[in-house]
């Protein structure tokens, strides 16, 4: 693990869900086992998605945002996706904050190939909004190109966060981080793809990476036992 591994104490965990409004839809199952099991944990409400609020923000926002959350405690941290991204950032700023670091088929690695241009193609349609929107025709068309529901379904200031966030390069920090780290992934990922998971497994010193075999971006859902087995294994190392 990376850093200095340390034996767990009572220790909350928080969790980040990814770009999602109703996490309770598809974090309910795993989050009961988690409780059955004993583990004290927090799944936050995100600013913009499940807390009904409608910011423009930057990932330096959610930071912030993120240790006013966490206070003065010391916290394992558990992000998915989206809230991989701005795990990722938070331990690289705040070390001394995270105990340990979970990543579930995290964003912030830059695509590449087709999903690069997906991701620069969002970025000007985020950019320029109803300037090359207005007609239903175009909007569809973009929508097919970009494939992503999130974006059709996000409100004109969260499409300028979403453009905010995926322009976030994550592999400039990743030596920073210094919580022992598990990377958690699904094996049949088309969202993040598992060339991620290797990256960051490579920029975290001493992270361990975990392919969940048949699952795809979100393992929570699909496979909550074994990935609540893998989270009670790592915390009580």
Do not use: C
């Amino acid at each position: 693990m990376a850093g200095t591994a340390e034996k767990m104490g009572p220790m909350k965990i928080v969790i980040l869900h990814g770009w999602t409004y109703e996490p309770e839809n598809t974090w309910g199952v795993l989050l009961s086992i988690l409780k059955r099991r004993g583990m004290d944990f927090e799944a936050l409400r995100v600013p913009g998605l499940s807390d009904g609020t409608d910011p423009v923000w930057t990932l330096d926002d959610y930071v912030e945002w993120l240790r006013g959350k966490v206070g003065a405690e010391r916290v394992i941290l558990w992000g998915h996706s989206n809230g991989g991204r701005i795990s990722l950032a938070f331990a690289a700023r705040y070390p001394g904050k995270v105990a340990r670091l979970i990543l579930e088929d995290s964003a912030g690695i830059p695509p590449s190939g087709f999903r690069k241009l997906k991701r620069d193609v969002f970025r000007v349609v985020a950019k320029l909004g109803s300037t090359i929107t207005g007609s239903q025709r175009v909007r569809e068309l973009l929508y097919k190109i970009i494939r992503e529901n999130d974006y059709r379904r996000a409100t004109p200031n969260m499409k300028k966060t979403m453009a905010n966030l995926v322009a976030f390069d994550a592999r400039a920090i990743l030596a920073k981080i210094v919580a022992p780290t598990l990377i958690i992934w699904g094996e049949y990922d088309r969202t993040t793809p598992r060339s991620a998971a290797h990256v960051i497994h490579s920029g975290i010193r001493g992270s361990s990476v975990v392919i969940i075999r048949g699952a795809r971006h979100s393992p929570h859902i699909t496979h909550p036992q074994e990935v609540a087995q893998m989270i009670s294994d790592f915390i009580s190392l």
